[in-house]
């Protein structure tokens, strides 16, 4: 829908699935070349870029995905809440920020309030 024409080019994929484990689908449109690229349960989408430059930006982005647990940092004094001890994520004062500007306020709120 978002494409006026769009064609597939089975050509491509073929050209860069040598060996890689990667599933590429390559896609000619109106707006230059999209590529879609799954690795493991990745997708990364790549649109109007060149071929060679996507292919190259995928593979960047995959490669700087950690893998294993989520692990989050906290900094500064633990404040307390009531006899516990309250964590605060790192980026805790960056949504203050964006709070007090009125900025996505509901969804500010609804973070602040799922923190607390």
């Known amino acids: 829908r978002k494409y ?9 994929e073929n050209a860069a699935a040598q060996g890689s484990g990667d599933i590429e689908q390559v896609y000619d449109t109106n707006e230059g070349p999209v590529v879609i690229t799954i690795r493991g349960s990745m997708v ?10 996507a292919r190259r930006l995928t593979n960047l982005v995959f490669d700087a995905q950690g893998t294993g647990a989520v692990q989050t940092a906290f900094s500064g004094p633990t404040p307390l809440i009531g006899n516990q001890p309250a964590t605060e994520p ?3 004062d960056l949504v203050r ?3 007090n500007c009125g900025v996505m306020k ?3 709120d609804a973070a602040m309030r799922a923190a607390h």
């Open 44 to 53: 990364f989408v790549a649109e109007s870029f060149p071929l060679p430059l």
């Open 90 to 92: 790192l980026s805790a």
């Open 97 to 99: 920020f964006f709070e």
């Open 4 to 12: 006026a024409s769009v064609k597939r080019d089975a050509a491509e």
């Open 106 to 108: 509901s969804a500010v």
